[in-house]
């Protein structure tokens, strides 16, 4: 990928971002600390690390498979895994989440 194509696709994924609200507050993943980490790799894949605020909320899980969705439509980004820490069966929700069949 371009140089300017990775530089547009990072702000547009970080804006993304700070714009997207938790489910349960009015303030953004980003103020919450949900995202404990972002990378944009130069060839379009987005990794997140996330930890949701309630462990055993499905609303949680929908509301981060949505923001899945919506980064894909990133211009420039070719795909997205969100990773779940901090919550018990993690491993369940990261599969879920990142399931193209999974939530709608």
């Known amino acids: ?3 300017k194509h990775y530089e547009h696709a990072q ?18 993943f980003i103020s ?11 060839d379009g894949m987005v990794e ?6 309630r462990p055993h909320c499905p ?3 929908y509301d981060l498979a949505h923001l899945r969705k919506k ?8 795909g997205v895994h969100i990773e779940v820490q901090g919550v018990p069966e993690s491993g369940r929700w990261t599969r879920l989440i ?3 069949v999974g939530v709608e």
């Open 11 to 28: 702000r547009q994924v970080f804006k993304t971002l700070q714009q997207w609200k938790d489910p349960h507050n009015t303030a953004s």
């Open 1 to 3: 990928m371009k140089k």
């Open 59 to 61: 609303c949680c899980i």
């Open 71 to 78: 980064l894909t439509q990133v211009k420039h980004v070719l």
């Open 32 to 42: 919450l600390d949900v995202v404990k980490s972002m990378e944009v790799s130069l």
């Open 48 to 53: 997140l690390t996330v930890n949701p605020s």
């Open 98 to 100: 990142n399931d193209e």
